[in-house]
């Protein structure tokens, strides 16, 4: 069974932290690449971070460069984001995403496995 569960989300102050975590099922972790995307309100979905197999690639959406890190224990089929220096246009639904390819694409078409989301708020 392919499973994504996803959370940590939550309100926070701008300027603040959170981590989310996404806990995987085998089958949807294994041998690929992970995301997380976001969905702000009234916005299209949208690629946040990616992270290979091996954990030796990353890419991130250029707004969130130097404030947040994908990082992943291969042993927990767990991938995580730390968030940092948040900002109000932060605030989402946050999805994590299994890929279909050990390195991370951009793109949500290549991500064949999908959470529920979580929010996060960023007050202002």
């Known amino acids: 069974q392919v499973q994504l569960v996803e959370s940590g989300g939550g309100l926070v102050q701008a300027g603040g932290s959170l981590r989310l975590t996404c806990a995987a099922s085998?089958?949807?972790?294994?041998?690929?690449?992970m995301g997380w995307f976001r969905r702000p309100p009234g916005k299209e979905r949208e690629f946040v971070a990616g992270?290979?197999?091996?954990?030796?690639?990353?890419r991130y959406k250029d707004s969130v460069k130097g404030r947040f890190t994908i990082s992943r224990d291969n042993a927990k089929n767990t991938v995580y984001l730390q968030m940092d220096s948040l900002k109000p246009e932060d605030t989402a639904v946050y999805y994590c995403?299994?890929?279909?390819?050990?390195?991370?694409?951009?793109?949500?078409?290549?991500?064949?496995?999908w959470g529920q989301g979580t929010q996060v708020t960023v007050s202002s």
């Open positions: 992270i290979s197999w091996s954990g030796g690639i990353t």
């Open positions: 995403a299994g890929c279909l390819y050990m390195i991370p694409t951009q793109s949500a078409p290549d991500f064949g496995s």
């Open positions: 085998e089958r949807a972790f294994s041998n690929k690449a």
